[in-house]
């Protein structure tokens, strides 16, 4: 009876154990702005893009990019299965946000493995794209036509040789102009 009881107790333990670090990821990979995605990141933090390579990004120069593009866009961003080996979870997920959704881009998916530290605390990400994502430009080029024809200035300012200029002040006019777009096409 005492080993039933010992087993049901671990059980319930690591499972809100699970739920905790589970919603740190969530709350973390859904922040929209760096004082909240910062909260959950060690001092020490260090990011990566497809593999650990090199220093990686420490936690200010991550942040400085997240506030570049990300943040302004707000991440919207669903976890759709997760795998936990010692103190890092590796998890797939969907993310749109609010460049994806104004062109009807079905969504991005990707891995990231995330590591904590004894103080629950992230001390690196290893973001790792899917291989099969489509891109982004079929669904942006019918905005794109209209806005060289209607706006050609201020596609200009974000949109440079067939690449997004990514910073927190294109990330919003892109919104605004994608928006116009909609409504003066009724997309």
């Not at 009881?5 to 740190?24: E, G, M, P, V, W």
């Not at 942040?63 to 979870?89: E, Q, Y």
């Not at 629950?120 to 905005?143: C, F, G, R």
Request: aromatic content about 14%; some cysteine.
């Amino acid at each position: 009876m005492k080993t039933r009881i010992a087993f049901f107790f671990c059980i319930t333990f690591f499972s809100c154990q699970n739920k905790i670090y589970l919603h740190r990821i969530e709350t973390y990979l859904n922040s929209s702005t760096p004082e909240s995605k910062g909260r959950y990141l060690s001092d020490d933090f260090r990011s990566f893009f497809l593999e650990k390579k090199g220093e990686g990004k420490n936690k200010a120069t991550a942040l400085r990019s997240f506030v570049n593009w990300d943040a302004p866009l707000h991440p919207d961003i669903t976890i759709s299965k997760w795998t936990i080996r010692g103190n890092t979870w590796i998890v797939d997920f969907n993310e749109q946000n609010d460049f994806s959704k104004l062109i009807g881009f079905p969504e991005w998916k990707g891995t990231e493995r995330i590591s904590f530290n004894s103080q629950k605390m992230i001390y690196e990400a290893v973001y790792i794209p899917n291989p099969d994502n489509p891109s982004h430009k079929p669904w942006l080029q019918p905005a794109v036509e209209w806005l060289e024809q209607h706006r050609p200035n201020d596609l200009n300012e974000v949109y440079i040789n067939g690449k997004l200029v990514q910073t927190s002040e294109t990330a919003r006019k892109w919104v605004d102009l994608r928006q116009l777009w909609r409504k003066k096409t009724r997309r």
